[in-house]
């Protein structure tokens, strides 16, 4: 099976170790010349392109894994390739503009696509390094399921299925801006038992709000949900938990920005387009709406600490 990958990340590679553990025939694809020349130095069992074209004619699988940010400007690019090829969609958020999941981007451009979302607390590395973790599927189409089963799925990468593209979705975004809530609280020296109570209520506001978008609740209790959603939360190894920690313990502003800039944060823009998005509906957030406000109002760290002692039961 030829696979397509778009993105060269840590984790479009990850994804490519796998499939090529199924012994899959593996193309990759990035629009910066520099990264695939570089690539192509370390992995030699795949093939790189900056070539949509190329990198995508006759594969029977397309995987994306770019930035959500980046997504609507490939998939413009993308169109004019497209043959009806099945779609895997590995990207994790939504965009701040209009607030779209990655699957409404891809469907935006490519009418009437067979579409599945992949998701689940899986860090690259451990991906890489083959440690045993599992991912959850959300898709209506039978080929898409067959292909992940056949060529993803394996004794080190269990995978379920869903029907839920929403529930699958919303998890993966949500879980980034949660995770920095997390973060806040530890450098703030709150105990396990405040942060783990905040990620209790945080699971909550997580489930309610699959359902307030016409997603299956019941989602928040799979690999994509509280699997990837605890996971992101408490590891030092998540970026998002990372920037939480330091705004929490008040690193000095000078360190906190740098390592915005040099570290890819997609709880940042999620945040804004999750406070957006529940605003346009009429939805309440609680505990994402203060996570906003600390992060863009200069509202204190313990506004969070605040919200918990309000809360109800």
Request: charged share 20%.
């Amino acid at each position: 099976m030829k696979v397509t990958i778009l993105g060269c990340g840590v984790y479009g590679l990850a994804l490519a170790t796998s499939f090529l553990e199924k012994n899959n025939q593996i193309f990759m694809w990035s629009k910066f010349d520099e990264e695939v020349q570089n690539l192509k130095e370390k992995y030699f069992h795949i093939t790189f392109s900056t070539d949509l074209d190329i990198a995508t004619r006759d594969s029977d699988l397309i995987v994306i894994a770019i930035p959500v940010a980046f997504l609507d400007e490939t998939m413009q690019s993308y169109q004019k390739f497209y043959h009806g090829e099945d779609i895997l969609i590995a990207s994790k958020g939504i965009e701040t503009k209009e607030q779209r999941f990655a699957y409404e981007i891809v469907q935006k451009y490519l009418k009437n696509a067979p579409i599945g979302v992949i998701s689940g607390g899986t860090f690259a590395q451990d991906m890489h390094d083959k440690k045993v973790m599992g991912l959850t599927l959300a898709t209506k189409i039978n080929s898409i399921e067959k292909k992940v089963k056949i060529g993803l799925e394996s004794s080190f990468l269990k995978v379920q299925y869903s029907h839920d593209l929403i529930g699958v979705s919303v998890c993966g975004a949500i879980k980034n801006v949660m995770a920095i809530g997390f973060g806040m609280l530890d450098g703030a020296s709150y105990p396990p038992s405040s942060r783990f109570l905040f990620l209790t209520k945080a699971i909550y506001e997580i489930r309610d709000f699959i359902s307030l978008l016409g997603g299956n609740p019941d989602t928040i209790m799979t690999y994509a949900g509280i699997d990837d959603i605890m996971m992101t939360c408490t590891s030092s190894q998540s970026r998002n938990y990372t920037l939480g920690k330091l705004i929490g313990e008040k690193a000095n502003s000078q360190k906190i920005e740098e390592y915005k800039q040099n570290t890819t944060i997609e709880g940042l823009g999620t945040s804004k387009a999750i406070f957006s998005l529940a605003k346009k509906n009429n939805i309440v957030l609680p505990f994402s709406s203060i996570i906003y406000k600390i992060l863009y109002e200069s509202v204190d760290v313990r506004d969070l600490i605040h919200l918990l002692e309000e809360s109800n039961t």
